[in-house]
Every structure is written in C-alpha cells, then in structure tokens.
C-alpha cells in the first residue's frame, strides 16, 4: 500500500497544509489539500474519499476536488462516512448556497459525488477500510486499513480513546500508526478542550499500544510548528517521526 502525505498539518499558513492522505492512487483519507496537492490528471484517478470529520481543514478540497471533475467524472466519487457526518457535510456545505450539492448535479453523464453512509467499514479499491468512533468535540472516525498483506492505523483527530487502539493490538500484519498531536505541552488545557494531544498527553496514550511500530505524527498546529516538533523530538520514542508534506511511504 501506497501513503502520499497531501497535507497533514494542523492549519493552514505558507508551507502548511490541513490533512489528507492518498492511498495508493485512488482512495483518500481526508480532503483537507487534496486540489491543493494534486494535478488535476492526479484528482482524475480519486474514486474514493474517507472523511474522518467534517471539521474545516478536513473537508475544504472536496468542494474543489468536485468543481474540477464536474466535466470529467463517467460515475461519481464516492465520499464515505459515519450518517452523522454525511448528513453535516449535505447540510452545511453541499447545500446549494455554500457549495453545489454534487451529489444532485449531472455533469450529463454522472453526479460528480456520491455520499455513502458506512457503519462499520468498506472495502473499496483493493482496501479494507474499518473505522472506529474516536475522541473528538465533533462525530469523528480513525480507521484501520488492510491491504490483504499490511494494515495501516489512522487515528484521525482525537484525544484520548481506547477502541481504535484496542482494535490495532489485534492485528498480527499492522505495520504504522498515523497519529496526531496538535499543541505543545504549554497549551494542554486548549488541547484537552479541542480534542487533541500534546506531547505528554500522546506519550501516556501511548501506553495503551503493545505492539512496537514506527510511529508518525501529524497535525502540528502551524502557529507552534518549530517547538512543538522539538518537544516531540525530546519525547525520545525510538520510531516516532512528524510527516512532512509530499511525504510518501510504502507498507
Ligand atoms: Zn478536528
Ligand atoms: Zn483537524
């Protein structure tokens, strides 16, 4: 399985942009920078686009990712979630007023998206994609991928949560975790509130993994970018590693 980091950080400034993550070339997890990130030829090969939470900087490019395939797409894209978020994202942004809903326009051919409201999981693309509820102010989702040979955890925006962790313990070919941790240490009455990590929040959640993995962090929040990577590095984790942007890496 292929990963190619489009985006992972927490915010958006120069040199910084909100999360989404391809795997392989066609399915996504998160739109934060999809349009943002790739050439249009690339967008061409998007079938399939998971949403973690409708939360901005995760959502903004699908309504650009579906402006430039209005004339191109032969079946839509399908954008898959919890029903809490499909129902958010028809609401407040493909509403005809923010956005065109895409999904109710043909391009003559073909509705542009597709909005599928999954429970436990879908199997798209050669992948098999289960999600679990996570700890965040919104309805959100981290998801565990398995390509029949390795599997991928993505914890999505949280704070604390057990499942999700639980569920990766089990899995004998889980090669990565993707996590996040979006303030330094100084600012963890603001993380605790937004539901997310610092440096000593993610270390004690740490301590629910068994398994020893290579670990990536992203959602750095711009404005702390500089220090917070340093108390990250200062934690000492023997495979821990912030994704930069046009990272890609191979399981
Ligand atoms: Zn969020
Ligand atoms: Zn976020």
Redesign the pocket.
């Known amino acids: 399985m292929d990963f190619r980091v489009l985006g992972g950080d927490?915010g958006v400034a120069v040199g910084h942009q909100?999360?989404s993550f391809l795997l392989n070339e066609d399915v996504l997890i998160d739109a934060?920078s999809v349009a943002t990130s790739l050439s249009t030829e690339e967008q061409k090969k998007i079938e399939y686009v998971f949403i973690s939470?409708c939360?901005l900087?995760?959502v903004k490019d699908l309504c650009f990712l579906a402006d430039n395939m209005f004339a191109f797409r032969k079946t839509p894209i399908q954008v898959l979630s919890i029903k809490d978020n499909i129902e958010i994202l028809k609401r407040h942004i493909f509403n005809n007023e923010i956005w065109p809903d895409f999904s109710n326009l043909s391009n003559g051919t073909s509705n542009i998206l597709e909005f599928k409201e999954i429970e436990d999981g879908a199997k798209v693309g050669g992948l098999d994609v289960q999600i679990f509820n996570v700890n965040h102010p919104v309805p959100a989702i981290g998801f565990i991928v398995d390509d029949g040979n390795s599997s991928i955890l993505i914890t999505?925006?949280t704070g604390p949560t057990d499942q999700i962790w639980k569920e990766g313990n089990k899995r004998a070919n889980l090669r990565a975790i993707f996590t996040?941790i979006?303030f330094p240490d100084s600012q963890e009455f603001v993380a605790e509130a937004a539901g997310?990590f610092t440096p000593k929040t993610f270390q004690e959640e740490m301590k629910k993994v068994t398994k020893k993995l290579p670990i990536y962090i992203y959602?750095l929040k711009p404005s702390f970018y500089n220090s917070l990577k340093q108390e990250i590095d200062k934690l000492g984790f023997p495979d821990l590693y912030c994704l930069q942007l046009g990272d890609k890496l191979s399981f």
């Open positions: 927490g909100t999360t934060g939470h939360h900087d995760h999505g925006d996040e979006a997310h959602h």
